[in-house]
């Protein structure tokens, strides 16, 4: 019997590198294979997606002064490697920066693998892991595998850390499409959906300025913001500022802008939409990409750092963030990242939002074209690289 586990700093939420731990254990889970999950939640959390896999909470991490800071690791290790002991771990599968130093600090006789889910280079969120170059290089160097969502974080990741070749590779994320009924009212707005956290990296701003322009001319259009964050009142105020009307529920009619808030279920909202909206400064291989393909969804996206979202819509050549011009491709179209300071950024969305909105032939072959991509991203397709990936030879702790 190989044991497995999965180890994230947290299952509360609802996010994709959550969403991406549920659907692993349920991949791996199977005959010869017993799958656990352990996370840093307080005991008796409550997680989104319940499974039949085993939870495991190892406490908090305590917050405490940065010259103690270590301290803290140090102890979650200890946990983590307790833990281990007594469920007799083969292999530990880390997802997050947070996860990944632990499981190395914890030690054990366990095989480690890391799950890089998002970029370092361009992403606001992860500046230190390049200011702490030499001590994140350290760390990742002594994983048996790193593992990367997309080809072209593998390659980042291999360059920036100097990872040697046999031991960093990539696995696509999946989705297998959800069984969901649609939540979007009968009437006759054309609702564009995104989602995800409200964060700086994910430039909502800049997607709220491109959308005021679009909706000028487009009166029967809704843009649908699901999910929330720190920057929720700053892009209120925002909206408001640019003229545009706001609500909070789908069913606001006049509403140029929903806040609908976090959802559980964003798939019951992206169906029958009439495409995904994702703006982001950076991205790994977003999970709300592949559910939006899996669901026939067309997608109009940043081309953004590192490159997977250009993977997941079939796009040609390299990721370029700054580009002049749209991309269309079978599923959608891949657009500069948009910002108020480039007005021509903004352009270019307002022209391949106009496209979606108002060209029938072009919006019914990018639906087709998600359905045949979405093939691509599910579990059958991945499923046998991810038992090649923890095969290993039992080991005794």
Known sequence: MQRVLLLIPSMVGIGG????????????AGPGREVHQATFDAPASWRHFESGVPMHTLGPIPRLPLPLRSLAYVLAAW???RLKQRLGIDVTISNLWGADLISVLSGGRDHKLALCHINVL?????????RLRPLVAAVYQRFD?????NESLA???KALYRLPSDRISHIDNFVDRPDAISKLPSDALQRFVWCGRLSPEKNVEGLLQAWS???VDQSNAQLVLLGDGPLRDSLIRLTGALGLSTGSTIDDIAAQVVFAG?????????LGARALLLSSHAEGLPMVVLEALSLGLPVLASDCQAGGVRTALQGLGICDPDRTSAEYTPAGALLPVPA??????????REALTKASRDDVQWTAWCEGALTRATHFNSAAVRDNWLKAIHFQSTDQ
């Open 213 to 215: 322009g679009f909706v």
């Open 155 to 157: 390659q980042e990741l």
């Open 79 to 81: 946990r983590l490697r």
């Open 340 to 349: 108020e300071a480039k007005p021509d950024t903004l352009a270019v969305w």
């Open 262 to 270: 976090k959802v559980s279920d964003p798939a019951t909202y992206m």
């Open 145 to 149: 595998r790193v593992i990367t969502v």
């Open 17 to 28: 590198t959550e969403r991406m731990v549920h659907s692993l254990c349920k991949l791996l």
């Open 122 to 130: 361009g992403n606001p969120s992860n500046r230190l892991m390049v």
